[in-house]
């Protein structure tokens, strides 16, 4: 992530830019950072527009695209945890199981596997 005075201020840029970084562990501080907005107007903002907060945003954004990283490619669990910005495996998978009601290992596995 580039962490020199990036400003942005439009929300579609927002969340580009979220998109972009998200492997990289950002959190709304940095999304406020670079939005240039001040912070209780961005998250006021940010919930109003997009019905959720931007921490909440940044969390299902990660988790989706571990997802995706999980049925596209090969690397293990652990790897993807790492490369997607969550602090540990075992909070990857806990909170990737709150959210999609299953172990990273038992989507991958249900996604591989055609439906009958």
Not at 33 to 44: C, D, E, N, Q, V
Request: net charge positive; aromatic share 12%; hydrophobic share 35%.
């Amino acid at each position: 992530m580039k962490r020199e005075k990036c400003v942005i201020q439009s929300f579609p840029a927002v969340i580009c830019w979220i998109n972009e970084n998200i492997h990289q562990g950002i959190n709304a501080s940095d999304v406020i950072r670079i939005s240039g907005y001040s912070r209780s107007y961005f998250l006021r903002e940010f919930q109003l527009h997009h019905g959720v907060s931007v921490s909440s945003f940044i969390k299902t954004t990660r988790l989706k695209a571990s997802a995706q990283k999980l049925i596209s490619t090969e690397l293990k669990v652990f790897e993807i945890a790492q490369e997607m910005g969550f602090p540990s495996q075992s909070t990857f998978c806990q909170i990737f199981k709150g959210y999609f009601n299953m172990s990273p290992t038992e989507f991958r596995y249900r996604s591989m596997r055609p439906e009958i």
